[in-house]
């Protein structure tokens, strides 16, 4: 059950991680004037549509970590300890802290996000989105780091 729940996650971690990466490039690399390249195209993708599936992929992702995260600390991190792995261990310990910083970001991210834009905020709004990029790339790699080290249900 564990190893579906963390097939469960990593797909909505991979759903997250582009929902936040198409939304963090078209707000701090916008789009210049010809939109006919793949890299323009991407750049000038409508950064408030994906405001509610950031938030709402955020929380899903969080919440499945939470029921994984017992396995975790039963199966996994005593290995961790036990072999040294102090390096694997203390990324996936601050990716929890930083999992934790984002959950209570997103009420700040949803508001400066909120219809109509306020022109004033823009910096506000990019300064949490890249927050928010941030710590869903770190956490995806950390989490796919300690998975290779030590696989649940293995």
Same mark, same amino acid.
């Given at each position: 059950?564990?190893?579906?729940? @963390?097939?469960?996650?990593?797909?909505?971690?991979?759903?997250?991680?582009?929902?936040?990466?198409?939304?963090?490039?078209?707000?701090?690399?916008?789009?210049?004037?010809?939109?006919?390249?793949?890299?323009?195209?991407?750049?000038?993708?409508?950064?408030?549509?994906?405001?509610?599936?950031?938030?709402?992929?955020?929380?899903?992702?969080?919440?499945?970590?939470?029921?994984?995260?017992? #396995?975790?600390?039963?199966?996994?991190?005593?290995? @961790? #300890?036990?072999?040294?792995?102090?390096?694997?261990?203390?990324?996936?310990?601050?990716? #929890?802290?930083?999992?934790?910083?984002? &959950?209570?970001?997103?009420?700040?991210?949803?508001?400066?996000?909120?219809?109509?834009?306020?022109?004033?905020?823009?910096?506000?709004?990019?300064?949490?989105?890249?927050? &928010?990029?941030?710590?869903?790339?770190?956490?995806?790699?950390?989490?796919?780091?300690?998975?290779?080290?030590?696989?649940?249900?293995?």
């Amino acid at each position: 059950m564990t190893t579906f729940l @963390l097939i469960i996650h990593g797909l909505l971690a991979v759903t997250l991680l582009g929902a936040v990466t198409h939304q963090a490039i078209g707000v701090l690399w916008p789009a210049g004037k010809a939109a006919d390249s793949f890299i323009a195209r991407m750049r000038a993708v409508s950064a408030p549509a994906y405001v509610n599936a950031v938030v709402v992929l955020y929380v899903a992702t969080a919440i499945l970590g939470g029921i994984i995260y017992a #396995e975790y600390r039963i199966a996994v991190r005593v290995v @961790l #300890e036990q072999l040294q792995f102090w390096k694997t261990h203390g990324a996936f310990e601050l990716k #929890e802290h930083f999992v934790a910083i984002g &959950l209570g970001m997103l009420p700040a991210y949803w508001y400066y996000w909120r219809q109509p834009l306020a022109t004033n905020l823009s910096r506000a709004r990019a300064v949490i989105t890249a927050a &928010l990029a941030f710590i869903v790339w770190w956490s995806f790699f950390v989490g796919h780091i300690v998975n290779n080290t030590r696989g649940l249900g293995s």
